[in-house]
């Protein structure tokens, strides 16, 4: 399946769209989800055209795959989430129910997140 550069993150990527904007560098963005599940609901996308964590390791340069990572460190460290604890999610294909076809990582915090899955 080819990248759909109509996505709704392509068009946040591009400016089409707006964002509430927490971080930006060369290899990552970082904003807030709009239907926050948490008090503390954060998405990091790569800038490159990658569907999934799978297509996004594969074909994504060390240097992408590098600042993709620190940038989701500089919004953690920025979130002050890390003395009470926080979960991320990244939520892949059809079975793992993802929505959005960009890959993207969210962070989750601000209050106890309970099980893993829903039970
Ligand atoms: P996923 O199921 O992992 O693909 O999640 C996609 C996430 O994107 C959901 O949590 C949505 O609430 C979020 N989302 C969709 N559209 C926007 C948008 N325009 N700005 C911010 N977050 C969005």
């Not at 060390?62 to 620190?70: L, S, V, W």
């Amino acid at each position: 399946m080819p990248y759909d550069s109509n996505n709704i993150f392509a068009k946040i990527l591009r400016g089409e769209i707006p964002c509430k904007k927490i971080y930006e560098d060369e290899f990552a963005l970082a904003f807030h989800d709009i239907h926050p599940q948490a008090p503390v609901h954060i998405l990091v996308i790569p800038k490159g055209p990658y569907i999934s964590k799978d297509d996004f390791i594969a074909t994504a340069s060390d240097e992408e795959i590098a600042g993709y990572e620190r940038g989701i460190g500089k919004v953690l460290q920025a979130s002050g989430l890390m003395s009470e604890g926080y979960r991320l999610i990244s939520n892949n294909g059809v079975n793992g129910g993802q929505e959005v076809p960009h890959y993207h990582v969210h962070i989750l915090g601000g209050r106890e997140l309970g099980p893993m899955l829903k039970q």
